[in-house]
Structures are given as structure tokens and as C-alpha cells.
């Protein structure tokens, strides 16, 4: 997902503005990790993650930094994203994630639903009252953009670009809604890592089982504890060439297949299979192949000597490049396009709650089946990895699906919008 940002920053050097993230980064951890009582009661109240998100977008929007005039997204996304996907799934138990039974799909695809629903919800509550804010003509017609933040929401970036294509939103009306996506999407996953730090209480109030989730976490975090050593310079090298390697292997998969799929684009319009001709797409789905495959091999033991602490520091670093694209000002610009993505929301977190506690899924699953819709890729994981680091993998799974779901679940609610909007 991408965000606004001013032009013209105070700093606008990478190489200044990423010593300044790894900064916040390191202030972050250190006093999240203090034992001091002031420390302790302050991160009780605002988890660790949502900072890292948060005073980078602070910057942003005070005009020090600009994530518009910077490359550091790409380069984090392009090439720590597929680096960290590869060691986070390298400890990954699949055994264990089949054990953690149907309840993970269910939640899933509740919140696609909530997705599918939310946007023709939203667009007949606020016609009830608002009705100009609903209009539009042509290419501006605010069901248009609204279809790509479904395309984001269900899928990633990819499947909103789709949208984009498919129903011809206009550029104005595209960056609008990608305000309202991000802004949207990431004050809710903020209430997400809230929760990840209650998820005991939550459990009890939705009366869920969670001990198959202990389970997983347990077994692959034994499996490091008994296969941990202090790593020496190869032993780090070798974890490098691991993360990076299968970055390059992906990248190399993804430059030969694109371009095949592309030249098969009236098939995958006709099925509306689009995100499949997105050169991002393969190489998160190569990535976490190559994490799987490696996962099988005598690879695996270098989660002993921290592989998957590599691969969180990684996704830390992406965490702060797309913070800084946010610009928290930017939600007063298109105050009545934040009405409809707020209600949109609230449906999709409805369902979410009902079903959890319907089939008495453990809050996990609310949060990881919506971020591998609403977040993708990049942010499922990163959810995952506030409960416990080991069960990154679970999130990055799910993102995958996500992809290859949110085509068509967004061009279904993009139909429904259509509709409501005449």
C-alpha cells in the first residue's frame, strides 16, 4: 500500500534518512526491552510495533523526511521483504500449521467477506444522509476507487492496480483512495497490535481454544532453543547468502514468468486472474517457496543460530519505510471518502468478531485473517510476529492466498458498489 507524502523534505538524502530509521528503530527496541516501571507501564498501553510505524510517519507528515522523494520503500520492499519472508519460513513447521485445523481459513475468508460486504454498507450508509458524497461521473465516480481499495483490502498492491485498470478510476480519484486505504488500514491494524499484547483477555471474552497456537509456537521456538548456538561470522555469511539468495532466486523466477504472463493477459482478465502478471506477486510467492523448500533441508539449523531474528530485522526496517509514507495529516483532506472506509471497516471487523466467536477462534485468527487481506504481505507477518515471531510463517501463508483470492472477491464487491451507487 502506498500513501501520500509532501514533495519537499527537510532531508531527502537515503542514506541520512535510513540512519535516522535504524535510530528510531534501535531507541524503540531499547526501551521497550528496559525493566525500568515508566518503560514497562508505556509499552503495556502502545506496543512497540505501532511506534515504528508511527514517528516515521510523524517526520513524514512534518515534512523532515518524505517517503514520495525516497527509494527506501522500493528497496526494503523489493529486496528485505523477500529476504525476511525466506528466514521466517525457514523454521516454519507445517505439520504444526495443519494441526492448527480449519479455523485460520474460516477467519480468512470472514474477512473477505466483511470486505465484499462492507464496501455497499458503507456506500448506503452514508447515501442515507450524504448522498453527494456517494456521486461522480465517468471516470470519477467514487465506486471506481472505492473498487481499488477492495482490490488492496482483499488482495495487495497488485490486485489494486488491477482494480485501477479494470474500472478506470482516475488518477485524482486513485491517490485519494489510497489515502483513505492506508490511513484506514493502518489505524486498524494499530487496534490489532492493541489486542496482540491483551490476546489472553480476548481469548476468555471469545471463549477460544488456543492451545494448538501454543503448540506451534512452542514447537518451533523448542526447536531453536535446542539447536541454539552463538553464531560466529560464517555462521552469520551463511544466513546472508540464505535470505539473499533466495531474494535472487525469486527475483529471477519472477523476471522469467512476468513477462509470460503479461503476454496472457486477455486470459487472465477473462478469468480475472491480473495480480498474476504483477512482477511483485511472484516474488513473494518464489520467496516463501524458496522459505518452504529451504525448511526441508539441513538449512533449517540456522534458525539456531538466529535466522528468523535476521528476517524480523528485516521486517522492521520495511515497517519504517512504510511508515514514512503515511501522512497522518492527509486524513482531512478527504474527510467524507474516511467516512465511507470507516464503516467499511467496522463491517469487516464485525463479521470478523461475530464468526470468531461463533467457531470460538483464538483472536490470533482474527488478526492474521484480516491483515492477510487488509495488509498483505507485508503487514500479515509483521501482525503474526506481535503475538510470537515464530508464527510469522502462518501470516505469510495466508497473505499469499490473499493474492490469489482478491481479484475476484473485489471485483464481486465492486459489482455489488456499482449497484448501490445508481
Known amino acids: 500500500m502506498e500513501g501520500t507524502s509532501k514533495a519537499i523534505a527537510f532531508i531527502t538524502n537515503d542514506a541520512v534518512v535510513l540512519g535516522i530509521l535504524m535510530a528510531i528503530l534501535a531507541v524503540i527496541f531499547k526501551t521497550s526491552s528496559s525493566s525500568k516501571t515508566r518503560w514497562v507501564k508505556f509499552y503495556k498501553v502502545i506496543p512497540a510495533l505501532l511506534l515504528c510505524y508511527f514517528v516515521p510517519s510523524i517526520l513524514n507528515s512534518a515534512g523532515i523526511i518524505s517517503g514520495d522523494s525516497s527509494n527506501l520503500y522500493f528497496v526494503a520492499s523489493r529486496y528485505l521483504l523477500p529476504s525476511s519472508l525466506v528466514l521466517l519460513c525457514l523454521s516454519i513447521d507445517l505439520k504444526g500449521i495443519v494441526k492448527l485445523g480449519p479455523k485460520a481459513i474460516i477467519m480468512f475468508f470472514a474477512g473477505t467477506l466483511g470486505i465484499i460486504l462492507g464496501g455497499p454498507i458503507a456506500i448506503l450508509a452514508v447515501s442515507a444522509f450524504a448522498p453527494d458524497l456517494i456521486g461522480g461521473s465517468g471516470p470519477d465516480e467514487v465506486w471506481r476507487g472505492l473498487a481499488t481499495v477492495a482490490g488492496s483490502w482483499i488482495g495487495g498492491g497488485a490486485n489494486q492496480t488491477a482494480m485501477k485498470e479494470i474500472y478506470g478510476a482516475s488518477d485524482k480519484l486513485f491517490s485519494a483512495m489510497i489515502t ?47 539447536n541454539t548456538k552463538i553464531p560466529i561470522l560464517t555462521d552469520i555469511m551463511i544466513i546472508c547468502a540464505i535470505g539473499f539468495g533466495g531474494t535472487a532466486i525469486a527475483h529471477f523466477g519472477a523476471d522469467l514468468i512476468t513477462p509470460i504472463m503479461q503476454t496472457k493477459k486477455e486470459f487472465l482478465e477473462a478469468y480475472r486472474l491480473t495480480s498474476m502478471a504483477s512482477h511483485f506477486f511472484w516474488l513473494v510467492v518464489i520467496a516463501t517457496i524458496m522459505g518452504l523448500v529451504f525448511s526441508f533441508t539441513k538449512l533449517k539449523s540456522y534458525e539456531g543460530v538466529g535466522a528468523s531474528k535476521f528476517g524480523s530485522a528485516f521486517l522492521y526496517i520495511l515497517v519504517a519505510t512504510i511508515g514514512m509514507k503515511m501522512d497522518i495529516l492527509a486524513i482531512f483532506d478527504n474527510l467524507e471518502l474516511f467516512l465511507i472506509g470507516i464503516i467499511w471497516m467496522l463491517v469487516h471487523v464485525i463479521i470478523l468478531l461475530v464468526v470468531a466467536k461463533i467457531i470460538k477462534a483464538p483472536f490470533f485468527f482474527v488478526a492474521v485473517g484480516s491483515q492477510a487481506n487488509v495488509g498483505g504481505a507485508a503487514s500479515a507477518p509483521i501482525v503474526a510476529s506481535a503475538f510470537s515471531p515464530a508464527l510469522a510463517p502462518v501470516g505469510v501463508l495466508l497473505a499469499v492466498f490473499g493474492y490469489a483470492v482478491g481479484t475476484f472477491g473485489a471485483i464481486f464487491c465492486a459489482q455489488l458498489m456499482q449497484i448501490v451507487s445508481q
Not at 494499530?190 to 489472553?200: H, P, R
Not at 471469545?206 to 492451545?211: F, G, I, T, V
Request: glycine share 6%; no cysteine; aromatic share 6%.
Open 180 to 226: 483513505v486505504d492506508v490511513i484506514v488500514a493502518n489505524i486498524w491494524m494499530a487496534f490489532l497490535l492493541i489486542g496482540a499484547g491483551m490476546t489472553e483477555k480476548l481469548d476468555k471474552k471469545l471463549k477460544a481454544d488456543s492451545s494448538a497456537i501454543e503448540e506451534v509456537k512452542k514447537g518451533i521456538e523448542d526447536y531453536a532453543a535446542s
